[in-house]
Structure formats: C-alpha cells, structure tokens
C-alpha cells in the first residue's frame, strides 16, 4: 500500500491568487492523479501527472488555469491559478500502479475556500 | 469507459447485510469493477475489486453476474462506522489507470 499526504490540508484564499498543493507519497507509484471534489458531490478527474512531461488533462481542465508538475516517482503539485470563488473546492491527489493487483490511493484532500 | 449507474442513497440498521447493485451495461472486455469508499473530509479508500463470478476480502464481498453488466457489493453486518459514500467504477485496464468516479451511493447505518 501507499500513504499519500497533502500539503496544506486548508486554505482560505483571495480572489485573482495562486494556491500551490503538494502531494507526497510514501513509495514509488507509476501513476499520479489530481481530483476536484465539490462538497456533497463525486469526484471529478482533473489530470494525470505524468513524471518528466506534461500532464494529461481532462476535458474542461486547462494546464493554464492547473499547472501540474511532477518531478519524480513520489512527488506532484497542482497549482490553482487566478483563483475565483468557483475553484473553491476539495483537490485530491492519487497515485497508484497500472497493474491488475493494485489500486489508486488518495490523499485526505484540501480544502480550499476563494473569498 | 463505461457509465455506472447506483442507487443515490440507502439505508439500514446495525447488524444487517448490505447490497449495494451497481450497473454498468457498456462494460468492456478488459475492465475490472472497483468500489471504493468515502468518509466525510477524507479521500476515497479502496474496498474490493472483481472481475467475474465472486470476489471476498475482509471487508465486503463483490458479486459480478457472467454478463457482467452489473455488480453487487455485499457488507455483511454492517455497523454504524459503515456510514459512507459507496462509489462502483468500471476500471480499464491499460495505460491510462484512469478512475472515472460515478455519483455514488450515500449509505446510512442507523442503531
């Protein structure tokens, strides 16, 4: 199994500002994800985060509004940038192996509020 | 990859069994069904997954007919810790690993 930890686990933010979350996990995954998650609501694939290149994104996901880095097999960020109230909402991070005996693990998520 | 459709909520006592059914008509060759489950304010954790017949870990059991058109996610004796988001996914087994999460079924456990 993985431990995937996040970095904040909340913020309050002002409208036009950048929040950059940090995703950490405890061993090697081939896989990264970033998901939204509105309150009281399904989880919604943002991206993949894919090591050394450009992310992957998901329709209606932009890498100009969720830059995505990944610089190696453990570590990943998400940027939320020029931020309105709209983003305001729970970003996950997954990671996990593409392999018939595994599975994603995700992070506890953070939360965000834009005022 | 193929739509899943679940009940929205259900719910039940302590100490009864649970089948949550999942349907999932556009299945493909080559994927698996997953069911993870949600807490409030954490991320979604990893129950059980099958590809056909029966599959049972310690925690529930996942029932898949030949078809495989549908699911059943079986919790025997639940409890009240068991209040939960129940979310069934068709998982394709390729390159992308992608999960593509449904609306999920919000289990409530009453005493």
């Known amino acids: 199994s993985a431990v995937i930890s996040q970095k904040p686990s909340r913020d309050i933010c002002q409208r036009g500002t950048s929040l950059t979350i940090q995703c950490q996990v405890d061993?090697?995954?081939?896989?990264m994800f970033w998901y939204r998650q509105q309150p009281g609501q399904s989880l919604t694939l943002i991206a993949t985060?894919?090591?050394?290149?450009?992310?992957?994104?998901e329709s209606g996901f932009v890498i100009d509004k969720f830059p995505i880095s990944r610089p190696n097999l453990t570590f990943s960020t998400l940027t939320v940038s020029n931020m309105s109230p709209e983003d305001s909402s729970i970003y996950l991070c997954?990671?996990?192996?593409?392999?018939?005996?595994?599975?994603?693990?995700f992070g506890p998520g953070t939360r965000l509020l834009v005022l | 990859l193929a739509k899943t459709t679940q009940p929205i909520s259900m719910d039940s006592y302590e100490g009864q069994e649970v089948n949550i059914t999942c349907s999932h008509n556009?299945?493909?060759?080559?994927?698996?069904i997953t069911w993870y489950q949600q807490f409030p304010s954490q991320g979604p954790r990893f129950i059980i997954q099958?590809?056909?017949t029966k599959v049972t870990n310690e925690v529930a059991s996942l029932f898949i007919p030949a078809d495989r058109k549908s699911s059943t996610l079986s919790l025997p004796r639940v409890s009240l810790s068991d209040t939960a988001v129940y979310y069934c996914?068709?998982?394709?087994?390729?390159?992308?690993?992608?999960?593509?999460f449904g609306s999920g079924t919000r289990l409530l456990v009453r005493p």
């Open positions: 997954s990671g996990g192996a593409p392999s018939s005996q595994e599975t994603q693990y």
């Open positions: 061993s090697q995954v081939t896989m």
């Open positions: 556009n299945i493909a060759t080559n994927d698996y």
């Open positions: 099958g590809y056909k």
């Open positions: 996914l068709v998982r394709r087994m390729d390159s992308s690993y992608k999960l593509i």
């Open positions: 985060a894919n090591q050394g290149s450009e992310a992957t994104y």
